[in-house]
């Protein structure tokens, strides 16, 4: 079923006027959708959850209901003592009463509100923007931080747990069409070379929880900076969006990613990578932006392995994109033959430009 026949499914006041591609994310696809009345226009996101990658998309929606509850509850009561007006996504909900909407293909469907006046950049714009980034990815983890784990599902089963990728690296690597592309490409295998050398570094953070030093807590998943919406009369981030992520998970892969997102100027797609480079000014605003909030529930053993977190993720995403593009490019949306190889190579870049800066990073963090 297309896009325009779903959109009707919605319980949505008016005349179906538009419904056009929106946004540049890897995964789902994604729509703005526009109905008027004689009166009023109202627009809202559309999307088709891809079952490949959310094999029980159900579970999306079930952490979306509870986190997005407990956050307007608790943005209402805040509202006269914030600095700005803080938004989060609502769920729209089908005509007959339902979170989401399968179509006759068994296609997954759901639609949220559109966060009006607001924008997002694929790219860091500012020191002022990283703060901004930094500020909204605290305020939300500060807002979702005290739901207890047993209540949301796991939509992704070992998402952001680096070993896991790694193992897929190496059952890709047991193909012949993965020692091909190692045979023909001199870029793949220096991909290969960064990532064994750092083998051992790839469990930290499971370690650290393992040996109960770092702990479990509610998680957005992937808080990039093409995520983050800032307000376009105040300037100030407003809301955090794309919460199909959301699960238990380690706060440490939040904030490493938001940081390996915004401190990378030539961002993901850089075609350049001498013009790759860990971004220390930015690094210290979204630092100092993040703990405006996140100082309510960080711990002192959580501060112990912020540096590991910000060394990670570039290493974690690097090996993710280098496993897919060994195993035929079957998980993220690409563009030409060799995008995946390409994107590990611009985070692996950034992870080396990371490990170089170390003594710098640390002493942000005190």
């Not at 579970?59 to 509850?69: Q, S």
């Not at 209402?76 to 006759?104: N, S, V």
């Not at 190889?341 to 710098?360: D, F, N, T």
Request: with cysteine; net charge negative; hydrophobic share 40%.
């Amino acid at each position: 079923m297309n896009a325009s026949l779903v959109a009707k499914q919605f319980a949505v006041e008016g005349f179906l006027v538009s419904v056009d591609p929106f946004g540049s994310g890897n995964i789902n696809d994604t729509f703005r959708a526009t109905f008027r009345t004689t009166f009023s226009e109202m627009r809202f996101i559309l999307q088709r959850i891809r079952r490949s990658v959310f094999p029980e998309p159900q579970k999306i929606m079930r952490n979306m209901r509870i986190v997005t509850d407990v956050c307007h509850r608790k943005l209402q009561e805040m509202d006269e003592e914030a600095d700005r007006i803080w938004q989060l996504p609502k769920i729209i909900q089908t005509k007959d009463g339902q979170d989401f909407y399968i179509d006759a293909d068994g296609e997954f469907w759901r639609a949220i509100s559109n966060i009006a006046s607001a924008v997002s950049y694929e790219q860091v714009q500012s020191v002022d923007h990283a703060f901004e980034a930094g500020t909204v990815l605290g305020c939300f983890q500060n807002l979702i931080s005290d739901i207890p784990c047993e209540n949301l599902e796991y939509v992704i089963p070992g998402f952001h747990v680096t070993p896991d990728y790694l193992k897929q690296m190496d059952e890709a690597l047991k193909t012949s069409e993965a020692q091909s592309l190692l045979e023909h490409s001199r870029e793949a295998r220096a991909c290969l070379r960064l990532i064994e050398e750092r083998r051992d570094f790839c469990s930290v953070l499971e370690d650290a929880k393992a040996a109960g030093k770092l702990t479990l807590r509610a998680t957005h998943g992937d808080p990039k900076i093409a995520n983050i919406l800032i307000d376009e009369t105040t300037g100030k981030g407003t809301c955090i969006v794309d919460l199909d992520t959301i699960q238990p998970g380690l706060v440490h892969a939040d904030i490493g990613d938001a940081v390996r997102s915004c401190c990378n100027p030539a961002g993901e797609d850089a075609t350049d990578l001498h013009s790759v480079f860990f971004d220390m000014e930015m690094f210290a605003a979204i630092y100092k932006g993040y703990m405006r909030h996140a100082k309510k529930f960080f711990t002192e053993e959580d501060h112990k392995y912020l540096y590991d977190a910000v060394r990670i993720l570039p290493l974690e995403l690097g090996l993710r994109f280098f496993a897919d593009y060994l195993a035929g490019n079957v998980y993220f949306k690409t563009r030409y033959k060799d995008h995946n190889l390409k994107r590990a190579l611009v985070q692996l870049r950034l992870m080396e430009s990371i490990e170089s800066r170390e003594q710098q990073i640390r002493r942000v963090i005190g």
